[in-house]
């Protein structure tokens, strides 16, 4: 199985500041995406990170917003750009295998003052 | 558009007794269905899967879960629970759909309590 490791673990920032999360796989993946969880909740995907080009986003999502690149098969970084208290949430970073297995990772858990 | 729901959103067992986590699934086509445990402050950790085949999935950490077609459930359970099994559960579903990707689709989570 994957084993998924995010930067930062945790972080509290300012309103109207960005914060970009990494996320490194330990083996080639076939599809990466990133999941966010807002307290409580349950897991909303935000994008399909695609490598070399554009990210997919889900409705209610978008680019300028949650920025996403994907320069090989075993890295992603998820931007939150200009935000908000409303972006608190554990932003989770996903990996899928040859196998068809996802697998997350420990979750970066973000406070927006 | 394929959907889970978990109609429970708390259970509570005893330790040592049998546990069930309830989830419902509406696909279309054959649905691809899994179980995911989220511990506090912890990702999201694979339990198992059902794709195709025997009806009754083995998984991690003594779980196994029922794949039933005419009833649309595919129900986690463990005989005997244990104080660790506490944690919030999440069923998922692979949605297939034109370029959906292959995406997984989330219940909203049930949080399990086992007491001593």
């Known amino acids: 199985s994957a084993v998924i490791s995010q930067k930062p673990s945790r972080d509290i920032c300012q309103r109207g500041t960005s914060l970009t999360i990494q996320c490194q796989v330990d083996?080639?993946?076939?599809?990466m995406f990133w999941y966010r969880q807002q307290p409580g909740q349950s897991l909303t995907l935000i994008a399909t990170?695609?490598?070399?080009?554009?990210?997919?986003?889900e409705s209610g999502f978008v680019i300028d917003k949650f920025p996403i690149s994907r320069p090989n098969l075993t890295f992603s970084t998820l931007t939150v750009s200009n935000m908000s208290p409303e972006d608190s949430s554990i932003y989770l970073c996903s990996a899928r295998d040859s196998y068809n297995e996802q697998f997350f990772g420990p979750g970066t858990r973000l406070t927006v003052l | 558009a394929q959907s889970v729901a978990q109609p429970e959103d708390q259970v509570n067992v005893a330790e040592g007794n049998p546990l069930t986590v309830k989830c419902t699934y509406s696909?279309?086509?054959?649905?691809?269905l899994f179980w995911y445990v989220q511990y506090p402050n912890r990702g999201l950790q694979f339990l198992l899967k059902?794709?195709?085949?025997?009806?009754l999935v083995k998984g991690s950490y003594g779980f196994e879960a029922e794949f039933n077609k005419s009833q649309t459930s595919f129900h986690l359970k463990k005989p005997s629970a244990l104080v660790s099994d506490s944690a919030l559960y999440f069923c998922a579903v692979r949605d297939w759909g034109y370029n959906q990707g292959g995406k997984l689709i989330f219940g909203q989570g049930t949080e399990l309590s086992v007491k001593p």
């Open positions: 083996s080639q993946v076939t599809m």
């Open positions: 990170a695609n490598q070399g080009s554009e990210a997919t986003y």
């Open positions: 059902y794709i195709t085949g025997d009806n």
């Open positions: 696909v279309s086509g054959n649905p691809y």
